[in-house]
């Protein structure tokens, strides 16, 4: 992906993550085979409606239910699955292809364990993502989800609890939810399970956003850590858009820059480079217009 002029800066960590990359990789994989197997995907493989349209029109198939995929190969979305998910495709005879992100895969590993020694598990996250599902799915459901920190309070009382975090979630998120957690219990365990590449994205899209004029975060809109780069780069008062393509870039944005400043450019874990690069050729068109 190219820099930008120097009129258009771009983060130093943004876009494809590991997880994401290793994903798309192994759905291509797939896809690419010398099969007779139809190829189907539990769900978008990524919240990035460009790629998922990709893999549609190589005819990766996306289903609802695992009894959809009979006959073919399934495809685990890089988000993760409950274990049942798994264990229903085996039972019907299904083959797998599980992409889940070895983070996320940690996330199950650790809730479990904290389940097994006796914690009250909190999972610090988004009660409807996807990821939660799939951590809660690997625990039976014992957990308490926890959003934010207001939503300690709503919990029933604990003594001893155990705390994992949805990948994508930000620092202060997790630690604000922490500090609520220590007044109501007696003994807490944190396992850090924060994503290391999504907390250096979030970083070096703060650091940029505090140098520039006017911010621009490419992602799905139903991406939940594009909208964490995006509330991150607003809250340091800098203009902030989020944005999924090129087409979405309005010039009125940069209309009343000066000829020093620079617009800055961040992206999402699962936004692909290509998608970045035609919004970067975008904003320099509406900065230095001919």
């Known amino acids: 992906m190219r820099e930008g002029t120097g009129r258009v800066k771009v983060a130093e960590a943004a876009g494809f993550c590991f997880g994401v990359q290793r994903a798309l990789e192994m759905a291509l994989e797939k896809a690419r085979a010398e099969s007779r197997k139809p190829v189907y995907a539990l769900g978008p493989l990524i919240h990035n409606n460009q790629v998922v349209g990709q893999l549609e029109d190589m ?50 590993e650790r809730a479990r364990e904290l389940r097994a020694e006796g914690y009250d598990l909190v999972i610090v996250g988004e009660r409807d993502h996807p990821e939660v599902a799939g951590i809660m799915g690997w625990v039976d459901g014992q957990a308490h989800i926890v959003e934010r920190p207001e939503d300690v309070a709503k919990l029933p009382p604990l003594r001893r609890v155990g705390i994992v975090a949805q990948t994508t979630q930000t620092e202060d998120n997790l630690a604000d939810c922490v500090r609520e957690l220590l007044s109501r219990c007696r003994e807490i ?59 979405d870039v309005n010039p009125d944005w940069f209309r009343d820059l000066a000829p020093s400043d620079i617009a800055g450019v961040t ?19 509406a900065v230095s217009p001919a």
């Open 59 to 108: 005819g990766v198939r996306v289903v609802k239910s695992v009894s959809e995929a009979l006959g073919g190969v399934l495809i685990i979305r890089a988000h993760g699955v409950p274990e049942s998910i798994i264990k229903e495709a085996e039972a019907l005879g299904i083959e797998v292809a599980d992409t889940t992100c070895p983070f996320v895969k940690r996330v199950h």
């Open 189 to 247: 365990r944190i396992c850090n399970t924060l994503c290391d590449a999504t907390v250096q994205r979030q970083s070096a899209a703060a650091e940029l956003a505090r140098k520039v004029a006017v911010m621009v975060v490419v992602g799905g809109y139903h991406s939940g850590n594009t909208r964490r780069l995006a509330e991150i780069c607003s809250a340091t008062g800098t203009p902030t858009y989020h944005i999924e393509t090129a087409r």
């Open 267 to 285: 992206a999402g874990a699962s936004t692909p480079d290509w998608t970045t690069q035609e919004v970067i050729e975008a904003i320099e068109r």
